[in-house]
């Protein structure tokens, strides 16, 4: 054997994690050119593996590898041996660079790799802090960042074997400072972690864990909006990168900062850590793991009460050094755990933290086996197999201290006998110990029979023993806690009940769906029942509102004994007349997981029951969903359709188009002539409700199959319908076709009731685009029709459309006819139609400027409409409410009734609600100088240009002009330009008056030319008369001060300053910096700055009325005399109070005087 | 969800002590934006304490400024903003 020529090992040390280094004894060894140093680099990267000459030659050359590689290669091994072991013999063999058949091998023995020594590094370190022993973690992990010199292999980076293995270190070191800030939180030391993080996020943006990291930090430090933002940030970010939403845990740490949870606050680490470490169970480890936390992430909401009690207790333990036992009992996700934890974070006291085991056999003992460790001498009892006498015994001891303890034995429900015997000894003995003694179990799943139900009433009377019940959430925390999710609040209150549990993991699940979390929970617990109250609870699941005796007696007569059983169980509870599941999610895992075949033979059972007269009243609703449910198309076809037409009848419009689509789903087998009426009436429903999509797909088919089966008198009165629901949709060149091909169709057919409607429809076309000519010639037609046959439906559709018509041209008998239309709908009971005069006296008196009239107008038909459920009826009425209420200067209000129509789910398609509500919107942004106007214009003069209707095309237009002469920008005046321009002569080759002068005026206050039109009446006509002053002074009149103002910028430096006066006071700083410039324009100095909008106000937005009235109350007045004093009724009084205090956020006069005082309101001013 | 900078002047100075009682102003206006979906990133405020920039997230400006009746503040000026960082431009 030759021996090594350089003997002594151990003295290299060899750098990748930078450019490629080595060094002996602290000298840097030479190691030659660029391709010298990459074989040695290759082979250290594989040092200890032998590497083919070929593939060193690979490396260094790549594809192109020159002739006479492998010479080269042993030239530069040769050099590096001589580098590595200088002075060595040449023909000894090399201590390190060893030759291998075809290739070499680089062999370390005792020599430092600062690759290696940093992945042992970074693993002892994450191990470390996994233990949560955050000091060495920290010690670790710092001296293996300390290893690094730069990029690894740097100086070699474009060498192709380079980049992978640099990327793994990357990685590898990524984690690495993961781990190291969890240490450092844990240590708490996030305060000086911030910039760090900053830094880091903005070298990687898109790594999640930087982000909560961030987040928990700013959480700790004190900057809880800053965490929040974070979020947003990241969301943004990963959004806007990736498309994707930030992964679970991060959306989990947002909600627990945003419900403040007390377990992201920082606790120094201690026993409480290791003791509640070794008895978590997995579940519960699943919960702490979120970002290290030292416990889950659960809800306190509405626990005050408890903590407060074991507050109490505790104190009474450490002042009578006597122990307590308290029994914490609740369902199953109440929360015991995580209120024991909340409780248990913040005492100094020791902590001693056990569990049981859901094993079909528990653990015996299994509780003290995790807190076992506290001494050796109690673990060798333990261990020693010792009796519950010796174990309560060597416990009793180690708690007989001079500083209290807190031992916590979670799930009882569970426990063994033996751990129930040392239990029971422990509580008799309790005066002789000072421990507060916690054990949760869950009282739903414990019978009257159940060891623990036994154990803990004989010690009910025992001294220091007590129970303390959780209940499930309010639907008001709930909602609290859906807020900030798009969820339905009180939907997830009615499928959770309330509980904790579900409720976070559905929220966390993402809202509706079902999480596969609560479907394992509830199947667990499902499983541990015996089969025939398996089949019960299966039974039950089957039936959404629970299920009465009757006809669970019906479906499973022969579990009807293990009704005990499921109930004790906790899966069910009683109800009045029967069983239910106690959470409806419950319900849903239960039936989700029953086989098609047993699901669908329930339900048979539950339909054939159910039908069966004796049983009850027959409930076409719920057998149709049994039928459905049972695959049984004869039974849906028999259900449905009643179901529909009496959900329909009670205005229950949703409901009933549920019904029919479910019939239609069954509609296989029906002759055509069945199925085209299902579909009709489907259409019609939908349209109620706005659902304008389907409305037109089903008529469609309804048309189809009509047509298919010759039916020309039904096809053409579907194509009369499909008209009305195209037009709604904002499809209006549709609508008129569908309206001329039903004329087609039903004119050849002779005089009847369809026919008359068609000429109806065709007069409600002509009056949409403000046709007055047609509307009223189509109003004459379907007039003499319907009187000639009869017809009531077709005469009050055409008086409601000629009156309307000839109330927009402010004719006053157009106005009675309207109101007569909707006295006839009302008595002859034609609800849509007398929804539909509401909408058009609405609309017209708004466009009088009728704001009286339009007042009671809007608030009857909104009532109407919410009586009747005729919600899209609703919306649109609500637009021109939400209009009235701008030109009125309600802003507050109009906004309201925007956000209502806007952030309708369903009832985003009605064109002309939606057109009002974004003009109004952007109008109210523009008036006040508010960002974000052009997003609504854009989307209402999308949906209003294709209708040719001026009731959409003239808020549009006239508020563009708007825009365009508040701002001045030229691309802003072109729109209003051409909108306008072109509105104008539409209007006036229709005659639409109200419209002309509207217009009319809007382009010459823009400075846009203004052909010559008949002047008419009113406060715009008299401002295009020249009249400025007069205007204003109608406007006023109407109580309309901001239109007011704008008229008065036409006229003269008095106007301009009343106007600048006006502009100030409503806050309107654009249309108040044109009068201001005007003014100047005419040579005016010392212009008024006026009151700014924010000093006009005062702290809670009361208004001067209510000043007064809160002043009085500060001197302690009565309302009888606040009432005389302020010559009002008492009743007005009573109102101003309530008001006064709903705005101070208080409950009593006092604390409103007081509120008063504080905020340097009321008399003091 | 849009950020939006809200100008607010305040004639006689706006003064949050740093007790307890500041703290639950603070609290207070956090929950009553948190009703109308409104977050208060943090503000900037003049030396004079005349006047504040206070960043705010919301759906739209009507929020910010339901939010800022609520909490009985005034409004100078409202608008929509988005972050410029000198140090991501490379």
Known sequence: MVPDADGQGGGLSLGMLGPLAVERSGEPVPLGGRQQRAVLAFLLIRHGAPVGVSVLADALWGERVPAGSVQTVQTYVSHLRDALSPGRDRWARSRYLRTERNGYRLVLDGDRVDAVEFEDGVARGLAAVERADFEAGKAALTAAFGLWRGAVLADLADYGFVPPVAARYAELRAAATEALIDARLGLGEHRSLIPELDALIAADPLRERLHGQRMLTLYRASRQSDALAGYRTLRALLDEELGIEPGRPIQQLHASILAQDPALDWHPPGPVREAAASGASPARRHLGARFGLAGGSGDLLERDEQLAALKRHLSAVTTSMAGRFVFVGGEAGVGKTSLLRRFCAKQPARILSGACDALATPHPLGPFLDIAAISGRFQDVIAGGGQPYDVAASLLDELRSSRPSILVLEDLHWADDATLDVVRLLARRLETVPVLAMGTYRDDQIDRTHRLRVLIGELATWPGVVRLGLSPLSARAVAELAAPYRVDAAELYRSTGGNPFFVSEVLAAGGSRLPQTVQDAVLARVARLGPPARRLVESVAIVPAGIDVGLLEALEPAAMDSVEECLASGVLTSTAGGVAFRHELARMAVEISLPANRRIALHRAALAALSDPEHGPVDPARLSHHAEAAADPEAVQRFAPGAAAIAAQVGAHSEAAAQYARALRFAQDLPEERRAELLSKQSTECHLIGDYRVAIETRKAAVEAYRHLGDRLREGDALRAMSANLRCFGLVPEASEAGRAALEILEPLGPGHELALAYANRTMLALNIEDAVATRAWGVRTQELAEQIGDRASLVHAMNSVGTLGYLLGDDDGRADLERSLDLCKRWGFREQAGRAYIHLAWASVRRHDYGRAAAYCREGLEYCVDHGLDAWRFEILGHQARRLLDQGSWDEATEATARILGSLNMNTNAVARVLGLTVVALLRSRRGDPDHNAPMREARALAGPTGEIQLLLPVATATAEVAWLEGEPAAMAAADSATGELLDQATRYGASSAISELAAWRRRCGLPTPAIAVGVGPYALELAGNPGAAAAAWLDLNCEYEAAVALCAGDAEHHREALRIFQRLGTRPAAAIAARLLREGGARGIPRGPRPSTKGNPAGLTTRELEVLGLIGQDMRNRDIAQRLHVAEKTVDHHVGAILAKLGVSSRGQAARAAARLGIGASR | ?90
């Not at chain 2, 100078?76 to 431009?89: A, G, M």
């Open chain 2, 1 to 90: 969800m849009a950020r939006y900078m809200v100008e607010r002047i305040f004639p006689d100075g706006l003064a949050i002590p740093i007790t307890d009682d500041g703290a639950a102003t603070c609290r207070g206006v956090v929950d009553r934006n948190a009703e109308l979906g409104v977050t208060w990133v943090h503000s900037y405020v003049s030396d004079d304490k005349r006047k504040s920039f206070c960043i705010y997230d919301g759906p739209d400006p009507e929020s910010i400024r339901r939010a800022a009746e609520r909490n009985g503040l005034p409004i100078e000026n409202i608008t929509r903003i988005k972050v410029l960082d000198p140090y991501f431009y490379k």
